[in-house]
């Protein structure tokens, strides 16, 4: 069994993927292509913005972000503790400050209570200005950005939404991806939509912000190639990497997201009061990047992700440590009582395989192993 089976996916894609690929290579417009501009007008006409820049990697598309910004030295940037490194490492490479926020016990995303005492202790301690605040869209669930957007324009901040695990999943029937000021997603492979290597994209309706981050990607160039107006970076996304996601993206709009929402639905059936399984509020619908349950505590959880391992079936713990207990933030000292939210979820979830491709065989596999160990160690 495989975590999130990407081979299955291609022998199923097969003949449009391998059709793709020959035509980038036999086209030699290996490099900004015309699949890239295509992909781009199709991604922003799903999410429902003006403007799709697509660029190298996730990681990339939050940097272009920051920069259109001019966020740096002196800048807070509030950020969920419960999320992956990169969320909070662009902060940190742009010269400001992560600040960081705990989570919703229910959804996993940022918490606005905790948002805006962060905000307030910023503010009343000083020495930082507060800019901008990174939503997550974690595990495929977009973050509540009506309340959110209210502590945003309570305190006129910017709203960064890191949809690397979103993309796919809406509130009512607004997409993710289109709530923030600038929005980014990430195309690496195991995401709900994936490349077959690194790939981005940034998300805005406001012009001026556009057409700097499409500078940006390309070495700050102006109007031409070799007329460089600013300091860039290089984060194209390779023409290949457009070609292979025009074919998935087809798939993913006509059947996977669908199918993904089943194999969710029928683990949260069979797992029901016997483990915390997730919840999506209404009015919300989720791309499930992941499927995460809650064990009682950390014993049970490694307990069980053992047990797993031994009966073939893999799982994942995103994440085992927050944010402000990562060695590169150690120096910012939060308290051994900072986010408990996100300290009891770092001790107690569990991923388990989920893609559109599961077959119900598998389900009920992984669920019986589960139900076997909690009955072995009641």
Same mark, same amino acid.
């Given at each position: ?10 022998? %199923? ?8 690929? =020959?035509?980038?290579?036999? $086209? ?5 292509? &015309? ?17 799709? =820049? ?18 740096? &030295?002196?800048?807070?940037?509030? #950020? ?6 990169? $969320? !909070? ?17 229910? +959804?996993?995303?940022?918490? #606005? ?37 209210? @502590? ?6 910017? =709203? ?28 690496? /492979? ?26 940006? *990607? %390309? ?5 031409? *190639? ?21 074919? *998935? ?13 089943? !194999? ?14 997730? =919840?999506? /509020? ?31 079936? /893999? ?5 085992? +440590?927050?944010?402000?207990?990562? +060695?590169?933030? &150690?120096?910012?000292?939060? $308290? ?14 569990? $991923? ?5 491709? @599961? ?20």
């Amino acid at each position: 069994m495989q975590f999130r089976d990407l081979v299955k996916q291609y022998n %199923v894609l097969k003949p449009e993927i391998d059709k793709a690929m =020959i035509n980038t290579a036999a $086209s030699g417009g290996y490099i900004m292509g &015309k699949a890239v501009t295509e992909l781009e007008v199709s991604l922003a006409e799903y999410v429902g913005v003006k403007h799709c =820049i697509s660029c190298a990697n996730g990681t990339d598309a939050l940097t272009l972000a920051l920069k259109a910004w001019n966020i740096g &030295k002196g800048d807070a940037v509030f #950020v969920p503790d419960f999320t992956f490194f990169a $969320s !909070a490492e662009v902060i940190s490479l742009e010269g400001a400050s992560p600040v960081f926020v705990d989570v919703n016990a229910v +959804t996993f995303n940022i918490d #606005v209570n905790s948002l805006e005492k962060a905000i307030e202790k910023t503010l009343q301690e000083g020495k930082l200005t507060p800019k901008v605040i990174i939503t997550v869209d974690l595990f495929g669930l977009p973050a509540d950005y009506y309340a959110v957007k209210k @502590i945003a324009d309570k305190y006129n901040l910017l =709203i960064l939404e890191d949809g690397a695990q979103g993309f796919g999943g809406k509130i009512n029937d607004r997409m993710a991806c289109s709530f923030g000021d600038i929005s980014t997603t990430s195309f690496f /492979p195991a995401k709900p939509l994936g490349c077959y290597g690194d790939g981005g994209a940034v998300f805005t309706n406001n012009d001026e912000w556009a057409e700097i981050m499409n500078s940006l *990607k %390309v070495h700050g160039k102006g109007s031409f *190639k070799y007329d460089n107006v600013r300091i860039g970076v290089n984060s194209r996304l390779d023409t290949l990497q457009a070609a292979i996601l025009q074919v *998935k993206f087809d798939a993913f709009k006509k059947y996977e997201l669908k199918d993904i929402n089943k !194999a969710a639905a029928l683990y949260t059936k069979k797992l029901k009061g016997i483990v915390t399984t997730p =919840i999506i /509020p209404e009015g919300y619908y989720s791309s499930w990047a992941q499927y995460t349950i809650q064990l009682k505590n950390r014993e049970q959880r490694d307990g069980l992700q053992t047990y797993l391992k031994e009966q073939g079936i /893999p799982s994942m713990i995103y994440y085992p +440590t927050p944010m402000h207990g990562q +060695t590169a933030y &150690k120096h910012l000292k939060y $308290s051994a009582e900072s986010n408990p939210v996100t300290q009891q979820l770092c001790a107690t979830v569990l $991923s388990l395989p989920i893609h559109p491709y @599961i077959t119900e065989e598998d389900i009920n596999l992984v669920c019986n192993a589960i139900n076997s160990f909690l009955k072995l160690n009641k």
